[in-house]
């Protein structure tokens, strides 16, 4: 392409067309089973009840994003202020739901 782009006519390298490499096979066939595409079972009994839900809101200032980095390791330290909301809050809610081993 670049040397098209410069005004040569003929490219040093020719483009190779097999477009039959892309092309699917006429009929499909499945060598094993694709457990992602089964169905999934109906989770709504085994979620949390909503009413259980408490909404707060909370403020991090940069004295609390501190106080929560000082808690990291050293190596992690350097992580986006997202990351270590994200981190914090999902650790936090694992707690909470103390989810079955």
């Not at 477009?19 to 089973?33: E, G, I």
Request: net charge neutral; aromatic share 8%.
């Amino acid at each position: 392409m670049a040397e098209l782009a410069r005004g040569v006519e003929i490219p040093s390298a020719l483009p190779v067309w097999q477009r039959h490499l892309l092309s699917a096979r006429d009929s499909p066939h499945m060598s094993y089973m694709h457990h992602e595409y089964e169905n999934i079972l109906d989770t709504k009994e085994t979620l949390i009840a909503l009413d259980n839900m408490v909404q707060r809101s909370f403020f991090f200032g940069l004295c609390e994003i501190s106080a929560l980095r000082r808690h990291l390791s050293s190596h992690l330290r350097c992580c986006t202020t997202f990351e270590l909301l994200a981190a914090c809050i999902w650790r936090c809610r694992t707690i909470a739901i103390s989810p079955k081993p």
